[in-house]
């Protein structure tokens, strides 16, 4: 959650429309993370109390909107799969607003949270260097192709030391999906490691407002102006 708030904020830093949404229902999702004024929590929309445009929390400015669920609450697991795809639906008609739409979907992946990116050009999967991290990302692409999920599939390598780490873990991982038989995502990116992140998230503040000059706050900055240049590449 802290990646893909952290990417949503520097794609609206680059002057873009940005809606970020919260398909992560556990403790560490978006909401957990950053004070929002008045928040309103997608478990409204579930119940069929309210829209998705009535619960959109505009965030530093007017351009960067959030739909958080409730801290903790896993809003998702007790909705059937056909209401999970006419959310889907919804957010696709929702997301012709913006520039960039980032779904965080968290760490525990199923069916019905990748759902809700049937609509997605991109789907970034986050690793790091640890042993588990890398047998929990082997699986997760597993998943995702497993769900026939037709969008790009980008890994990014977060939290290590070096580029050069960055890269041997990469290499790691596509050893792994070669011999499976997969298809190879791309390397989109690396983070490193950067100790003012603990500092940003004990103070629910931003990174790229905090420490904008950080390690970590450059390599974010980074995808978001690759992922711009791609989009309008294409």
Known sequence: SWCSLSLAHALNQQKKRVLLVDGNGNFSNISSYILLNNP??????????????????AYRNKDFNILTAKPGNNYLSELPLGRIHVFADDLNILAQNYDYTVVDLGTDLNAK???????????????????ADLVKTFELLQLIYANNIKANCNLIINRVNSFEDGYKIYKELYRAVERSGLPIPNLFGIVRFDTRIRDTIRNKELLLSRYPTSEAAVDISNLAQKLIAESDYE
Request: net charge negative.
């Open 40 to 57: 309103l929590y997608l478990e409204d929309y579930t119940l069929g109390k309210k829209t998705l445009n009535q619960l959109l929390t």
């Open 113 to 131: 949270n990748l759902s809700l990116c049937y609509f997605a050009d991109d789907l970034f999967v986050m690793c790091s260097e640890q042993s």
